[in-house]
T-cell receptor, first 116, second 113 residues
Framework: NAGVTQTPKFQVLKTGQSMTLQCAQD?????MYWYRQDPGMGLRLIYY???????DKGEVPNGYNVSRLNKREFSLRLESAAPSQTSVYFC???????????????FGPGTRLTVL | DQQVKQNSPSLSVQEGRISILNCDYT??????FLWYKKYPAEGPTFLIS?????DKNEDGRFTVFLNKSAKHLSLHIVPSQPGDSAVYFC????????????FGSGTQLTVLP
């Protein structure tokens, strides 16, 4: 099992360019998440997908869109990149079934994005 | 407004001694708490968790304590090892269909040999 995989590992964009970050999980998890991590801050939720076919905004959704392509894959798109989106992006997944509040999220290795 | 706070950005401990990492939260609806460890250039890895119905959970060298009345949790690592040097994030979840996690800002633990 690879767990949660993310591509690419690194990316440099110019302001205004677009790109899609890919995420896949092989744990048959229902829920998937996109976070960003900035220096001195914890991880902040951008978007999440509670189950296949649904997506919802997190704490910092502006400038991003997501697609839950199927149960395995959840992509994050930057339509017009801005320097403020320079960050490390992490995808996560969780089983999200059964009793509330006992769910553990498992993270991918991250994508380091720089917007010039 | 930070709902999960880790007030110590860094902590240094001698090898073999106890490491205590602290976390405070403000949202009384949180009912599940987790600690993640993160090495540079890697994703966070799950370490240990605790449900709000418990006040202690132990897994090998790692113990998490929860004080609901004080809205405080702590992670104890005994004995500390150099390989424990990493950033530790506290996270909390509560109501919500996707069990969203709210993270603290992290504490860099350095275990000195």
């Amino acid at each position: 099992n690879a767990g949660v995989t993310q591509t690419p590992k690194f990316q440099v964009l110019k302001t205004g360019q677009s790109m899609t970050l890919q995420c896949a999980q092989d744990m048959n998890h229902n829920s998937m998440y996109w976070y960003r991590q900035d220096p001195g801050m914890g991880l902040r939720l951008i978007y999440y997908s509670a189950s296949e076919g649904t997506t919802d905004k997190g704490e910092v959704p502006n400038g991003y869109n997501v697609s839950r392509l199927n149960k395995r894959e959840f992509s994050l798109r930057l339509e017009s990149a801005a320097p403020s989106q320079t960050s490390v992006y992490f995808c996560a997944s969780s089983e999200a079934r059964g009793s509330r509040g006992t769910d553990t999220q498992y993270f991918g290795p991250g994508t380091r994005l720089t917007v010039l | 407004d930070q709902q999960v706070k880790q007030n110590s950005p860094s902590l240094s401990v001698q090898e073999g001694r106890i490491s205590i990492l602290n976390c405070d939260y403000t949202n009384s609806m949180f009912d599940y708490f987790l600690w993640y460890k993160k090495y540079p250039a890697e994703g966070p890895t799950f370490l240990i968790s605790i449900s709000s119905i418990k006040d202690k959970n132990e897994d090998g060298r790692f113990t998490v304590f929860l004080n609901k009345s004080a809205k405080h949790l702590s992670l104890h690592i005994v004995p500390s090892q150099p390989g424990d040097s990493a950033v530790y994030f506290c996270a909390a979840s509560g109501t919500g269909s996707a069990r969203q996690l709210t993270f603290g800002s992290g504490t860099q633990l350095t275990v000195l040999p």
